[in-house]
């Protein structure tokens, strides 16, 4: 790499980090608050929230390097944000340096390699993977995968090179399930590139031995593994593959619309499903042709289609939804970028090499204009993760499918004190996940709390029957029936709260009071 060729890369470098500057003054939100703070549920007066975030997550993750980061942080710097988004923005810059090594490595020039990681440095899509400190998955999945490719590029012997891109494969896997779809990827590139069965064995042996470990140390803890949730994908859920990837598309060309939990609904008319399957095919016929050539087209090709795979949701992370959509955050196309990037990058190579000194020229100011817009927009999203207020109430007003973001949203308007404005955000909730008795129960404090007594009553009534075992419901309960001035309702509501949990405080008191009363009367 030449002087001027150093120069640029430290430039894209600089430029990466003063357009995410910004997210040093943004908070912890949503997981954030769970997998660092720790934060209790809300209490107020008159009644609590009761419940988590909405549609709740069955299964569980076994992404042991995320935790031990954060556990580590969390003994440096205790939970002072900026601390945590600090180290997500330095696993960004450090994936952009790498991925320029790695696509010089495969066989593209510099100032072509240089255009290609902008791209991934700077589209404001990563912004989810890097603002938001439970991204950080896939930053390490990015950090691990490209580690383990440029191991496999180098010049060593094949059984030190199969090694080391095991060794770097711990990284991607220990940190996201998607981490293992460098499986597919080791096969596939040792079968390709290798012409002997003993140099495929030394290649992919060690990556595939790590890989077993993993799976088998997730199995046992308690409960459901990834094995457990593997499903089978119906014709549905493919075409909604087929249509998620048509919507990346549209949001890799403009970026207008990045909202947080992107779903993509499950089609349900013929014409759609067919769309959708045509679009799927499309797009694995593409990346599969790519993925048979050699050079960097196969490569990135290969990359790309291994790590876009998890979008068909074979693995299903919110069974409350899977019946009508799959879930398609912007964060799991951080990873698959970093190839879309490179495979941009081969065609602008290709662009170059027939274009006259004023086609250049041209080319040179549109990339650059680019790369302003891309870095202006990430710097304005990066600011939309400052807090849960304006995080979830951004993708509220740009129309989100997710009930979680419409609870979500709720729950920081109720911690603000904006009761009414929080209950029309339950109501969205609930009009998007009707059996969630969680959003039914904050629908009814928030409502209580703008004074809505016979609509929280309403709610109630409906959360009860969802979750008719929950204390804290019948408290809740309780409090709403003093407040309507009914005595007796309100001695029965804290009776049976008390018969579920005999260590509510509250209840025993508000108890106690409503006796003395009633001794004082007669």
Not at 174 to 191: H, R
Not at 224 to 237: F, H, K, M, N, V
Request: charged share 15%; glycine share 10%.
């Amino acid at each position: 790499m030449s002087g001027g060729e150093r120069a640029a890369a430290l430039a894209l470098l600089l430029v990466t980090a003063l357009a995410y500057a910004p997210v040093v003054g943004n908070q912890l939100v949503w997981d954030d608050r769970a997998h660092i703070t720790l934060d209790a549920a809300l209490d107020r007066s008159g009644g609590r929230a009761v419940g988590g975030d909405s549609t709740a997550v069955s299964g569980r993750y076994f992404r042991p390097l995320i935790f031990a980061s954060y556990a580590i942080e969390r003994r440096v710097w205790g939970i002072w944000p900026p601390g945590f988004h600090l180290t997500n923005l330095a696993l960004h810059l450090g994936n952009v340096a790498l991925l320029l090594v790695v696509a010089r490595r495969s066989g593209i020039a510099t100032p072509f390699a240089l255009a290609g990681a902008a791209l991934f440095a700077l589209h404001p899509l990563q912004t989810e993977a890097v603002a938001y400190v439970s991204g950080r998955t896939d930053l390490l999945v990015a950090s691990g995968a490209l580690l383990s490719c440029l191991a496999l590029l180098s010049q060593l012997a094949v059984c030190r090179r199969g090694l080391l891109a095991g060794l770097a494969g711990v990284v991607a896997m220990a940190s996201k399930e998607s981490g293992f779809a460098l499986v597919p990827l080791w096969l596939w590139l040792a079968w390709r590139d290798e012409r002997s069965w003993p140099a495929r064995a030394w290649r992919t042996a060690p990556g595939l031995l790590v890989a077993a470990a993993l799976l088998t140390a997730q199995s046992l803890l308690p409960g459901d593994g990834i094995a457990a949730q593997l499903t089978l994908p119906t014709w549905r859920s493919l075409a909604a593959a087929g249509w998620a990837l048509c919507g990346a598309a549209q949001l890799l060309i403009w970026p207008a619309a990045l909202q947080v939990d992107r779903l993509t609904a499950l089609p349900d008319d013929g014409a759609a499903i067919a769309l959708g399957l045509l679009a799927l095919l499309a797009a694995l016929t593409a990346a599969g042709c790519g993925a048979m050539r050699r050079g960097p087209v196969g490569w990135w090709s290969a990359w790309t289609l291994a790590f876009v795979l998890p979008v068909a949701n074979l693995v299903v992370l919110y069974p409350a939804i899977a019946g009508r959509a799959l879930f398609t955050p912007e964060h799991n196309l951080y990873v698959p970028l970093a190839g879309i990037g490179m495979l941009v990058a081969v065609g602008i190579a290709a662009l170059w090499a027939g274009m006259g000194m004023l086609q250049r020229r041209v080319l040179l100011a549109f990339g650059a204009a680019v790369a302003i817009s891309c870095a202006v927009g990430t710097a304005r999203r990066v600011r939309d993760w400052h807090d849960e207020e304006r995080l979830f109430g951004g993708a509220v007003a740009a129309g989100a499918a997710s009930p979680r973001v419409w609870f979500n949203y709720g729950v920081a308007l109720l911690e603000r004190g904006a009761f009414a404005t929080a209950a029309g955000a339950f109501e969205g909730a609930v009009a998007r996940a009707p059996t969630d008795g969680g959003a039914w129960a904050n629908l009814a404090v928030a409502r209580q709390q703008a004074g809505d007594l016979g609509g929280a009553a309403d709610a109630y009534a409906r959360a009860i029957a969802l979750t008719p075992d929950d204390a804290q419901l019948f408290e809740n309960l309780g409090t709403l029936h003093l407040a309507r001035g009914d005595a007796v309702a309100a001695q029965a509501a804290f009776t049976r709260a008390v018969g579920l949990d005999p260590t509510r405080r509250r209840s025993h008191q508000a108890l106690a009071a409503l006796q003395q009363l009633q001794r004082g009367a007669e």
